[in-house]
């Protein structure tokens, strides 16, 4: 039966029945993906083009070049966007709870569903960002080293998506 199905209205149950409520979930999906960003922090820093992806996707947004933002802008426009993808995830899942089969119960929440929502989130974080973000707003980075900028967000958002798939079975298992 659907996670949406078989509890109150907006509550959702999360493998113990009892049900959290829906605003909550997706408050701790916004927390996991937040931290899903930091997290990406880590391979960004290790890899050539560094924080690139962050530099180009801040850059889209102030309607400028990549090297005319400030380290500090670039890297908060990572971490909230890392925060809104979280609560994508938190979106999709409840859309994939409605017509997924629940399969085992993964920390709180119900497996199938939630792998469904954070591949998908990791794909479109990557995908987003591959073929709509950099083309627009990384025009010199796009001609000179799109595939190695791809290569390295590509990276990062499987990162994300680990952090996701861990982190919020983990913290919906303590609601």
Do not use: N
Not at 3 to 10: D, E, K, N, Q, R
Not at 16 to 21: K, L, R, S
Not at 41 to 53: I, R, V
Not at 139 to 144: D, F, G, H, K, S
């Amino acid at each position: 039966m659907s996670v949406l199905v078989a509890v109150a209205p907006g509550q959702v149950g999360f493998g113990g029945g009892t049900g959290v409520g829906v605003g909550r979930f997706v408050l701790v999906c916004v927390a996991c993906g937040l931290l899903g960003a930091a997290v990406m922090d880590l391979p960004m820093m290790k890899q050539e083009d560094g924080f690139t992806p962050a530099y180009v996707a801040a850059a889209l947004l102030r309607r400028t070049s990549p090297g005319e933002v400030p380290f500090r802008e670039a890297v908060v426009v990572h971490h909230a966007t890392g925060a809104i993808a979280g609560g994508l995830y938190g979106l999709a899942f409840l859309l994939f709870a409605a017509v997924l089969p629940a399969g085992a119960v993964v920390g709180g929440v119900e497996a199938v569903p939630h792998v469904a929502a954070a591949a998908g989130i990791a794909a479109f974080v990557y995908g987003f960002f591959a073929h709509v973000v950099l083309p627009r707003a990384g025009r010199r980075i796009y001609e000179e080293r799109a595939t190695a900028v791809r290569g390295q967000w590509l990276r990062s958002a499987v990162v994300f998506g680990v952090v996701i798939g861990v982190a919020v079975p983990a913290l919906t298992s303590v609601l």
